[in-house]
Protein backbone atom coordinates (compact mmCIF):
# COMPACT_ATOMS: atom_id res chain seq x y z
CA UNK A 1 0.00 0.00 0.00
CA UNK A 2 1.25 3.55 -1.32
CA UNK A 3 1.46 5.85 1.92
CA UNK A 4 2.32 9.47 2.04
CA UNK A 5 2.63 10.77 5.45
CA UNK A 6 3.81 14.70 6.51
CA UNK A 7 5.14 16.20 9.66
CA UNK A 8 6.81 19.46 10.44
CA UNK A 9 3.72 21.48 10.17
CA UNK A 10 3.01 24.02 13.16
CA UNK A 11 2.63 27.57 14.12
CA UNK A 12 5.70 29.95 13.48
CA UNK A 13 5.72 33.52 13.86
CA UNK A 14 6.51 35.38 10.31
CA UNK A 15 10.55 35.94 9.82
CA UNK A 16 10.63 32.05 10.91
CA UNK A 17 11.41 28.86 9.32
CA UNK A 18 9.53 25.47 9.41
CA UNK A 19 11.03 21.82 8.00
CA UNK A 20 8.48 19.75 6.58
CA UNK A 21 8.92 16.23 6.01
CA UNK A 22 6.94 13.90 3.60
CA UNK A 23 7.59 9.44 4.35
CA UNK A 24 6.88 7.90 1.41
CA UNK A 25 6.55 3.99 1.44
CA UNK A 26 5.01 1.52 -0.57
CA UNK A 27 6.90 2.42 -3.65
CA UNK A 28 9.56 5.38 -5.13
CA UNK A 29 8.58 8.22 -7.21
CA UNK A 30 9.99 10.06 -10.17
CA UNK A 31 8.87 13.03 -8.78
CA UNK A 32 8.03 14.29 -5.69
CA UNK A 33 6.51 17.65 -5.31
CA UNK A 34 4.74 19.92 -2.35
CA UNK A 35 1.55 21.71 -3.08
CA UNK A 36 -0.60 23.94 -0.33
CA UNK A 37 -4.11 25.23 0.02
CA UNK A 38 -5.40 28.04 2.09
CA UNK A 39 -8.41 28.57 3.18
CA UNK A 40 -11.40 29.48 0.15
CA UNK A 41 -8.71 28.89 -2.27
CA UNK A 42 -7.33 26.46 -4.73
CA UNK A 43 -4.26 24.14 -4.40
CA UNK A 44 -1.06 25.65 -5.65
CA UNK A 45 2.38 24.30 -6.58
CA UNK A 46 5.06 25.40 -4.39
CA UNK A 47 7.88 23.33 -5.75
CA UNK A 48 8.82 19.65 -6.83
CA UNK A 49 11.94 17.37 -7.57
CA UNK A 50 13.25 14.70 -9.90
CA UNK A 51 14.64 11.02 -8.68
CA UNK A 52 17.74 12.30 -8.32
CA UNK A 53 17.62 15.77 -6.85
CA UNK A 54 19.53 17.49 -9.06
CA UNK A 55 16.72 19.32 -10.46
CA UNK A 56 14.09 21.46 -9.04
CA UNK A 57 11.47 23.67 -9.81
CA UNK A 58 9.74 26.55 -7.55
CA UNK A 59 6.68 28.62 -7.55
CA UNK A 60 7.74 32.03 -7.83
CA UNK A 61 6.03 33.58 -4.42
CA UNK A 62 8.86 30.88 -2.48
CA UNK A 63 11.80 31.31 -4.61
CA UNK A 64 14.78 32.25 -2.56
CA UNK A 65 13.25 31.48 0.50
CA UNK A 66 11.83 27.44 0.36
CA UNK A 67 13.79 24.08 -0.64
CA UNK A 68 13.29 21.09 -1.76
CA UNK A 69 15.18 18.10 -1.19
CA UNK A 70 14.97 14.10 -1.26
CA UNK A 71 16.97 11.27 1.04
CA UNK A 72 15.85 8.51 -1.44
CA UNK A 73 18.03 5.68 0.93
CA UNK A 74 14.96 6.96 3.30
CA UNK A 75 12.05 7.42 0.98
CA UNK A 76 11.39 11.16 2.54
CA UNK A 77 10.60 14.34 0.76
CA UNK A 78 11.78 17.76 2.80
CA UNK A 79 10.56 21.59 2.41
CA UNK A 80 12.53 24.17 4.34
CA UNK A 81 10.54 27.14 4.84
CA UNK A 82 12.38 30.03 5.69
CA UNK A 83 11.70 34.07 5.69
CA UNK A 84 7.53 33.03 6.50
CA UNK A 85 5.00 34.96 5.76
CA UNK A 86 1.53 35.36 6.81
CA UNK A 87 0.40 34.79 3.46
CA UNK A 88 2.54 31.11 3.76
CA UNK A 89 -0.43 30.26 5.78
CA UNK A 90 -1.90 26.90 4.29
CA UNK A 91 -2.37 22.77 4.53
CA UNK A 92 0.70 21.63 2.69
CA UNK A 93 0.51 18.44 1.13
CA UNK A 94 2.83 16.24 -0.60
CA UNK A 95 2.67 14.06 -3.70
CA UNK A 96 4.20 11.71 -5.63
CA UNK A 97 4.37 10.83 -9.22
CA UNK A 98 5.85 8.79 -12.27
CA UNK A 99 7.07 11.43 -14.93
CA UNK A 100 9.87 12.59 -16.17
CA UNK A 101 9.85 16.09 -16.17
CA UNK A 102 9.01 18.39 -13.30
CA UNK A 103 4.88 19.55 -13.37
CA UNK A 104 3.15 22.30 -11.61
CA UNK A 105 -0.27 20.70 -11.95
CA UNK A 106 -1.59 18.68 -9.70
CA UNK A 107 -3.21 16.55 -12.34
CA UNK A 108 0.35 15.22 -12.92
CA UNK A 109 0.77 13.63 -9.49
CA UNK A 110 -0.57 10.08 -8.85
CA UNK A 111 -0.74 9.83 -4.78
CA UNK A 112 -1.01 12.47 -2.16
CA UNK A 113 -0.65 12.68 1.80
CA UNK A 114 -2.74 13.99 4.47
CA UNK A 115 -1.25 17.32 4.19
CA UNK A 116 -0.07 19.47 7.04
CA UNK A 117 -0.99 22.82 8.62
CA UNK A 118 1.25 25.60 8.32
CA UNK A 119 0.20 28.83 10.14
CA UNK A 120 2.51 32.07 10.04
CA UNK A 121 1.51 34.63 12.74
CA UNK A 122 2.31 38.48 11.77
Known amino acids: ???????????????????????ASGRAFNTMG??????EKEREFVAAINLS?????????????FTISRDNAKNT??????SLKPEDTAVYSCAGGNLLVLRTSPANYNYWGQGTQVTVSS
Open 1 to 23: QVQLVESGGGLVQAGGSLRLSCA
Open 34 to 39: WFRQAP
Open 53 to 65: GRNTLYADPVKGR
Open 77 to 82: LYLQMN
